[in-house]
Antibody
Framework: QLQLQESGPGLVKASETLSLTCTVSGGSISSSNYYWGWIRQPPGKGLEWIGSMYYSGSTYYNPSLKNRVTIPVDMSKNQFSLRLSSVTAADTAVYYC????????????????WGQGTLVTVSP | ANQMTQSPSSLSASVGDRVTITCRASQGVRNDLGWYQQKPGKAPKLLIYAASTLQSGVPSRFSGSGSGTDFTLTISSLQPEDFATYYCLQDYDYPFTFGPGTKVDVK
């Protein structure tokens, strides 16, 4: 059974970099059929896709986050990460990592497995 | 970005009711549309993908339809465990975008 688990600090200071890691178990991050991504949800609000990566290193980011986001991968640990720089209070959210299937216009499609999510609060 | 809208934003229903939620995309997405169910404090759960394909393990009372810009999620007979918030997601084009959600609560 595939499982994803987010980990990282729950509190980040404004202007600093948010760093989270997603550990995948029960499956390989280097599977050719899947992509891996991050989605966030501010408290009481809706869902926002942050970005996705493929084990080969290809990445796709939401333009709304401009140049603040990167999603590196560590295949030796079966992990991928999220780095979001220059955070503000607007980045306070529950962050989910997820597996994404292949499909869609550009080869990436919907998330089918999700982690439980981790709340990150940005402090002044 | 492709803007997704949902209607209604909330609805009240009883067990056994037939419930219909609509999702509209500002630009066509073929049939690259999914539906998710989210309960408080939990991650979203995939119900339907490719507009009408039921995810493995999801009860058959859930169904989806539509293509292009207009889509529908139907729950044929609402069960107690179905009270939740439902989101649509277009996975046709970047950035992937979710609808604002429809909260289904007890009448």
């Amino acid at each position: 059974q595939l499982q994803l688990q987010e980990s990282g600090p729950g509190l980040v200071k404004a202007s600093e970099t948010l760093s989270l890691t997603c550990t995948v178990s029960g499956g390989s991050i280097s599977s050719s059929n899947y992509y891996w991504g991050w989605i966030r949800q501010p408290p009481g609000k809706g869902l926002e896709w942050i970005g996705s990566m493929y084990y080969s290193g290809s990445t796709y980011y939401n333009p709304s986050l401009k140049n603040r986001v990167t999603i590196p991968v560590d295949m030796s640990k079966n992990q991928f990460s999220l780095r979001l720089s220059s955070v503000t209070a607007a980045d306070t959210a529950v962050y989910y990592c997820a597996r994404q299937t292949s499909g869609g216009r550009y080869g990436i499609a919907h998330p089918d497995y999700w982690g439980q999510g981790t709340l990150v609060t940005v402090s002044p | 970005a492709n803007q997704m809208t949902q209607s209604p934003s909330s609805l009240s229903a009883s067990v056994g009711d037939r419930v219909t939620i609509t999702c509209r995309a500002s630009q066509g997405v073929r049939n690259d549309l999914g539906w998710y169910q989210q309960k408080p404090g939990k991650a979203p759960k995939l119900l339907i993908y490719a507009a009408s394909t039921l995810q493995s393990g999801v009860p058959s009372r859930f169904s989806g339809s539509g293509s292009g810009t207009d889509f529908t999620l139907t729950i044929s007979s609402l069960q107690p465990e179905d009270f939740a918030t439902y989101y649509c997601l277009q996975d046709y084009d970047y950035p992937f975008t979710f609808g604002p959600g429809t909260k289904v609560d007890v009448k």
